[in-house]
């Protein structure tokens, strides 16, 4: 603060470094961080961490607020975002370091039955569902206002430890769109989030919830390692520790949805894995290795299938 109490402006590049301290200085204290990191302009480039976007971009309720937390998460201000079922916290550097909290109601039970039975038989596999190759219905159905999968602004609590803390200061709304990139990386987050479980969602699942609460049929299940190979993922931790998220390369983009507002410039090429330490190498190589071994499962259940 100056000497009329105008908040002195910092430019962002001062901000970036900033951030990157403190970040810097929790891991430091022992707190596991997982930083929401966004190359180029586009906040989320998959299926559900663009429509997570697009769906608060659709609340009037939210409109002249949300634009704050664009540059805010670009730049890298969230220093940490953790979603576990119902609630999603956050810290974001601003002129400080703020708490952010963002509560969100489960989908209640008969929603979530009549999206599981709507798209009955239109998904056919946990890989299609969290890559979000789903058919123009299905993607229709989860993403339809006041009935599907995301939330609507009266479903939504927001709360952030800032002086100028109104109904959305720009540390929740960075919070709000930081959760569209975590779904990038992790869209089964979502599903967490809302307290409901994905497979229900799978081809031979829904037809009768009330019965079958059973897990569907075991060729359309894929368990943790299938999903950590598929996202490139390391996920030996729990869906929600607090530990880094690594960067991962994002599932393919599908431009047919893409309404995201920027547009990024191409990404650059991933680094060859002669440019990588061998630490990098060797887990690239347990990643093929893992892929490999997805593939030859997916072929044997396929033989399974057919005799
Ligand atoms: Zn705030």
Same mark, same amino acid.
């Given at each position: 603060?100056?000497? =009329?109490?105008?908040?002195?402006? @910092?430019? @962002?590049?001062?901000?970036?470094?900033?951030?990157?301290?403190? +970040?810097?200085?929790?891991?430091?204290?022992?707190? +596991?961080?997982?930083?929401?990191?966004?190359?180029?302009?586009?906040?989320?480039?998959?299926?559900?961490?663009? $429509?997570?976007?697009?769906?608060?971009?659709?609340?009037?309720?939210?409109?002249? *607020?949300?634009?704050?937390?664009?540059? /805010?998460?670009?730049? !890298? =201000?969230?220093?940490?975002?953790?979603?576990?079922?119902?609630?999603?916290? &956050?810290?974001?550097? !601003?002129?400080?370091? /703020?708490?952010?909290?963002?509560?969100?109601?489960?989908?209640?039970?008969?929603?979530?039955?009549?999206?599981?039975?709507?798209? &009955?038989?239109?998904?056919?596999?946990? @890989?299609?569902?969290?890559?979000?190759?789903?058919?123009?219905?299905?993607?229709? *159905?989860?993403?339809?206002?006041?009935? !599907?999968?995301?939330?609507?602004?009266?479903?939504?609590?927001?709360?952030?430890?800032?002086?100028?803390?109104?109904?959305?200061?720009?540390?929740?709304? %960075? %919070?709000?769109?930081?959760? !569209?990139?975590?779904?990038?990386?992790?869209?089964?987050?979502? =599903?967490?989030?809302?307290?409901?479980?994905?497979?229900?969602?799978?081809?031979?699942?829904?037809?009768? +919830?009330?019965?079958?609460?059973? &897990?569907?049929?075991?060729?359309?299940?894929?368990?943790?390692?299938?999903?950590?190979?598929?996202?490139?993922?390391?996920?030996?931790?729990?869906?929600?520790?607090? @530990? #880094?998220? #690594? &960067?991962?390369?994002?599932?393919?983009?599908?431009?047919?949805?893409?309404?995201?507002?920027? $547009?990024?410039?191409?990404?650059?090429?991933?680094?060859?894995?002669?440019?990588?330490?061998?630490?990098?190498?060797?887990?690239?190589?347990?990643?093929?290795?893992?892929?490999? *071994?997805?593939?030859?499962?997916?072929?044997?259940?396929?033989?399974?299938?057919?005799?």
């Amino acid at each position: 603060m100056d000497y =009329f109490g105008w908040k002195r402006y @910092v430019p @962002v590049a001062s901000r970036k470094l900033q951030a990157v301290s403190r +970040l810097a200085n929790l891991r430091k204290k022992g707190r +596991l961080v997982a930083p929401v990191t966004i190359e180029g302009r586009k906040i989320a480039a998959s299926f559900w961490g663009i $429509s997570w976007c697009n769906n608060l971009e659709r609340y009037s309720d939210y409109e002249t *607020r949300l634009p704050r937390g664009r540059s /805010y998460v670009r730049n !890298g =201000f969230v220093v940490d975002l953790q979603i576990a079922k119902g609630e999603v916290t &956050a810290i974001v550097s !601003g002129s400080e370091l /703020y708490d952010v909290k963002v509560t969100i109601a489960p989908v209640a039970s008969p929603r979530w039955r009549a999206i599981c039975r709507d798209c &009955a038989g239109a998904i056919d596999s946990l @890989v299609e569902l969290l890559q979000g190759r789903l058919a123009k219905g299905v993607m229709d *159905r989860v993403c339809r206002e006041g009935d !599907g999968l995301f939330p609507a602004p009266d479903e939504i609590k927001l709360s952030c430890s800032c002086p100028d803390w109104a109904d959305m200061c720009k540390h929740v709304a %960075a %919070a709000l769109y930081g959760i !569209g990139a975590r779904l990038d990386e992790r869209p089964q987050l979502l =599903f967490a989030l809302r307290g409901v479980d994905e497979n229900e969602m799978l081809a031979g699942a829904g037809q009768d +919830l009330a019965i079958s609460k059973s &897990a569907p049929a075991a060729a359309k299940v894929l368990d943790d390692s299938d999903v950590a190979a598929l996202f490139g993922l390391e996920m030996a931790e729990p869906i929600n520790s607090g @530990v #880094p998220v #690594p &960067a991962a390369p994002k599932p393919s983009r599908r431009t047919k949805t893409n309404k995201g507002k920027a $547009s990024a410039p191409a990404k650059a090429p991933a680094a060859q894995n002669g440019d990588l330490p061998r630490r990098a190498r060797s887990k690239v190589g347990s990643r093929r290795k893992a892929k490999i *071994r997805v593939r030859a499962k997916r072929a044997r259940r396929r033989t399974d299938l057919s005799t």
